[in-house]
């Protein structure tokens, strides 16, 4: 599991190898700087000593020239440093937009199902502080990781040159460092998981209660809204104070292990000097050299933490990226013939939803002619939108079964179906912009007339040149600002305005009147360029209007014909349209 972690790394940072390369060439010449100038230090105080030895007075003169260099070299280092932490910090944040760039791109590549399954504030989270955890993972994980690698190798071989066992006395404490990290490391990566999912489960909470602050209100749930949040919260809380309380109790052990090589190289080095086993410049260029493997050594700690939030973040990343589509084009993908009539054709279409036991749609079979408007009526549960979904390809339906123009609508490429189909939702989702550009989202560059005939057709120009910016006004997320019946009709109009043969309307008219749904019908069935209409209502005022109808029960189509011919056969039919007249005379 691990090696693969580091193989999706590798695959991260693949495309942008030359500036990581460059960060980290960059690092091993500051890393060779920095083990130099301690050897000009203990140089130039070897050589101030012997100067003051033999003239018995102290110049500066003898190390002038160290002094320089020293300062020389030492600036280098820092711009050489600067453009390091430059390089690895970009590549971070170029790892950070690939990756939004691909989940975005392979979310809208998944069928609806996934996102019932899996909620928005959970998806979000992902795209956002799991991507954010792999960007610190690669910039300053990378960049502590390479500088301590590098610390050690050049440093430890010039320490062992200047005295082999007072090098070893003060790297002796490391190896415990290392069990110290081992022993710790599951056990960061599990609460890291846990601080991870709690968050995913507080996003998922303030992403529904504000998109449901209306019914929060309405039923006076404030409270328990505020209860709910608080427990999620303090959830959180004790997650991350206790992942807190581990890495307390970690680093500090870290950087006293590591503080506690210079303890005992100041023990032990007096004694290599009286015994004139080094110099005194040699003795402080140890010093330094173990000062310079102090810091790399308790950044190990942090380096530790990125590592296990990027590898929980790497895992949570992978499972939206390595989830297949169940719906996509087929190997043999065709192009419809054109120009596309509009006819549809099912035989014997079965649809079960994965985990139900009981279909959703049993053996269904009918023809629907171009130009044709066909209404489906039937109780709720009847299979209606499962229907519906199944004629643009939303659902992941067996080959053989439904058919458009006489092609497999499953052999058919995804882009070419969904071209020649406008399909509106009893939910009529609306983006939060202009009227406008709600009306022309399939097609943005319809000119105004276009707009607005599209918006007479839906029954709702009135009403929107009654608003102050009239097709300039906002209306808000999800179209918060409009009436059921304005946000239904509004989607109607960007349906209309594609200009598609095919129109499957899914109870998408349930918010207007009768009068209103049977208008609009009307002027599809007058239209000059008749489209053919699935349109699936309750309003049997508005069916009754259609061409033809099909009555479902329990998945099946158990009537169809025209409103005269179903009312005298005395079945389903006539008990639904006498249950809604009944209901209408009652009100």
């Not at 709720?380 to 080959?399: E, Y």
Request: aromatic share 6%; proline share 4%; hydrophobic share 45%.
């Amino acid at each position: 599991m691990a090696r693969s972690r580091l193989q999706k790394l590798a695959n991260y940072l693949r495309p942008h190898w030359k500036p990581a390369a460059l960060g980290v060439l960059a690092l091993l010449i500051v890393n060779a700087v920095g083990v130099y100038i301690p050897l000009l230090i203990s140089n130039s105080i070897d050589q101030l000593r012997l100067s003051v030895e033999t003239t018995e007075r102290t110049s500066i003169q003898p190390i002038l020239p160290y002094v320089v260099l020293i300062l020389v070299l030492a600036t280098v280092m820092w711009g050489i440093r600067v453009v390091s932490r430059l390089l690895l910090f970009g590549v971070g944040r170029q790892v950070e937009f690939d990756l939004k760039q691909n989940i975005f791109q392979h979310l809208l590549t998944l069928e609806p199902s996934y996102f019932a399954t899996n909620t928005t504030g959970d998806l979000i989270n992902r795209a956002t502080s799991d991507v954010d955890n792999i960007r610190r993972l690669l910039g300053f994980a990378v960049l502590s990781l390479a500088n301590t690698v590098f610390a050690y190798a050049l440093t430890l071989p010039v320490m062992l040159s200047i005295n082999l066992r007072l090098t070893v006395l003060a790297i002796s404490v490391y190896p415990i460092m290392l069990i110290l990290v081992q022993l710790f490391a599951d056990q960061l990566r599990n609460q890291q998981l846990v601080v991870q999912e709690e968050l995913s489960g507080l996003s998922e909470l303030i992403q529904e209660d504000m998109s449901g602050i209306s019914l929060i209100k309405i039923y006076a749930q404030e409270e328990n809204e505020r209860r709910a949040f608080a427990q999620n919260n303090n959830r959180l809380l004790n997650a991350n104070l206790k992942l807190a309380r581990t890495r307390t109790l970690l680093f500090p052990i870290l950087s006293g292990l590591a503080s506690l090589s210079l303890l005992v190289l100041l023990a032990f080095g007096a004694g290599a000097i009286a015994a004139q086993e080094i110099t005194v410049g040699d003795f402080i260029a140890l010093i330094l050299y173990v000062e310079r493997l102090v810091f790399p050594t308790a950044l190990l700690g942090f380096t530790i933490t990125a590592y296990q939030r990027g590898e929980v973040s790497i895992d949570r990343i992978e499972s939206i990226l390595t989830v297949e589509p169940k719906i996509q084009n087929s190997a043999k993908a065709i192009e419809l013939p054109k120009p596309v009539r509009g006819t549809l054709q099912a035989r014997g279409l079965t649809y079960t939803y994965p985990g139900a036991k009981v279909p959703a749609l049993k053996n269904v079979s009918f023809e629907i002619a171009a130009g044709e408007t066909v209404a489906v009526v039937g109780p709720i549960g009847s299979g209606k939108s499962t229907l519906a979904n199944a004629l643009p390809r939303l659902l992941d339906i067996a080959p053989g079964q439904l058919f458009l123009d006489g092609c497999d609508i499953t052999e058919v490429r995804l882009q070419d179906l969904r071209g020649v189909m406008a399909y509106v939702p009893q939910d009529s989702f609306l983006f939060s912009t202009t009227i406008r550009n709600n009306i022309r989202y399939g097609n943005p560059l319809a000119e105004q007339p276009e707009v607005e005939y599209a918006a007479k057709q839906a029954q709702i120009e009135g009403e929107i040149l009654n608003f102050p910016q009239q097709y300039e006004t906002i209306v808000g997320e999800r179209g918060i600002t409009l009436s059921g019946g304005q946000r239904q009709r509004a989607a109607l109009a960007r349906a209309l305005l594609m200009e598609v043969p095919v129109l499957i309307l899914d109870d998408a008219l349930s918010s207007v009147d009768n009068q209103t749904a049977t208008d609009i019908l009307n002027n599809l069935s007058t239209d000059i360029h008749r489209k053919t209409v699935i349109f699936i209502s309750h309003q049997m005022s508005a069916a009754a209007t259609a061409d033809r109808i099909f009555v479902m029960d329990q998945g099946q189509i158990v009537e169809a014909g025209t409103h005269a011919e179903l009312m005298q056969k005395g079945g389903l039919y006539r008990s639904l349209w006498d249950q809604q007249k009944l209901k209408e005379l009652l009100r």
